[in-house]
C-alpha cells in the first residue's frame, strides 16, 4: 500500500476571516492589474530553487588559521634570515670585540697591581723611617747612659747602665738590619712596578690599534646592522610572544644561531636528520608549526622560502 501523504498540520488555529479571505483569493481568478481596487493574489514559485552551499563556522575558523600560521612562518622564516645576516655582519669584525674587552680587563688588572705595589712601597717607606727614628732614640739613650756612668752612685747601678747601654746597641743593630730587609723590599716592589708599567703602556698602545680597528669595522657595517636591527624589531611586533620566546631559546641553544630552518633533501636544515614523509605532508599544510624531533628547530617548506626570498 501506498503511503499517504497528509498536510502539515498548523500548531495554532488560524483566525476565521484570515481563512475566509485565503479562500476567496485561491478560488478568485487572476485578473488584470489595471483595475483600481482589487487585489492580486501573490504568485508562489513552481520552480526549485537553488541553494548555495555555505561554509561552516568550523570551516572558516580552518581558512583563518591556516592564514595566520602560514603568516607566522613567513614572519619567522624572515626574522631568521634578517638575524643571519646581522650575524654575518657581526662575524665580520671577528675576535676584535673580544680581544679589545680582554685588552681592558688586562689594563684594569695591571693598574691594580700597580696601585697595590704602590701602597706597599709607601708602607714600606714608613718603616724605614720608623726604624731610623728608632736608631736615633736609642742612640741617644746610649749618650744619656753613658753620662750616667761617668758618675755612679754604686756598683750595681754601673752594671745597670751598662746593661742599658748594651740593650740599645742590640736595639740598633736590629733596627738597621730591618732597614736592610725593608730597603731590599723596596727596591724590588720599585722594579716590580717599573716593569708593569712599561707592560701597561704596551698594553695602552695595543689597545689604541685595536680600537681604530674595531672602529674602522663598525664605521663600514654599523648603517646596515642598524636597519637589519630595526627591521628585526619590527618583525618582532607581528609574531606572538610565546613564538619569540620559543624562537630565542632555539637560536641561544643552536650552534649556528638557525632557529628556522629549510627541508633540504627531506632531511632537517639545521641537524640534516631525515624527516617522516608524514610530517613533510604536515610542514606543506601549514596547519601547525612543527619543529624537528631531533635538535628542536622550526621547519619550513620551499613554499615559505621561495615567498619570503
Known sequence: MAKSTQPPVATSKPKKNVKKELKKEIEEPVKSPAKKGKKTPVAVPTAVEIITPVKTKAEISDDKLEISIEKKLKKLYSLQQIESQIDKIRIIRG??????????????????????????????????????????????????????????????????????????????????????????????KKLEIEKFQKILQDRKNDLEIKQSELKDIIAETEKEENELVRISEDNRNYIEERLITAYNRIRKNARNGLAVVQIERDAC?????????????????????????????????DAIVNAID
Do not use: W
Open 95 to 188: 675576535e676584535l670585540p673580544l680581544e679589545v674587552q680582554d685588552l681592558e680587563d688586562e689594563i684594569a688588572g695591571l693598574e691594580t697591581r700597580i696601585d697595590n705595589y704602590i701602597q706597599e712601597t709607601v708602607v714600606t717607606e714608613k718603616s724605614i723611617f720608623d726604624k731610623k727614628n728608632s736608631i736615633k732614640d736609642s742612640q741617644a739613650m746610649i749618650k744619656k747612659y753613658e753620662d750616667q756612668q761617668m758618675n755612679p752612685r754604686n756598683v750595681r747601678e754601673f752594671d745597670s747602665l751598662a746593661k742599658e747601654i748594651e740593650y740599645q746597641n742590640l736595639e740598633i743593630q736590629l733596627s738597621e738590619k730591618r732597614i736592610k730587609e725593608f730597603q731590599q723590599i723596596l727596591d724590588l
Open 269 to 301: 636544515g639545521g641537524c640534516f636528520n631525515k624527516i617522516p614523509p608524514q610530517h613533510q605532508l604536515d610542514i606543506r599544510m601549514h596547519k601547525k608549526i612543527i619543529v624537528c624531533e631531533y635538535c628542536g628547530r622550526i621547519l619550513v617548506d
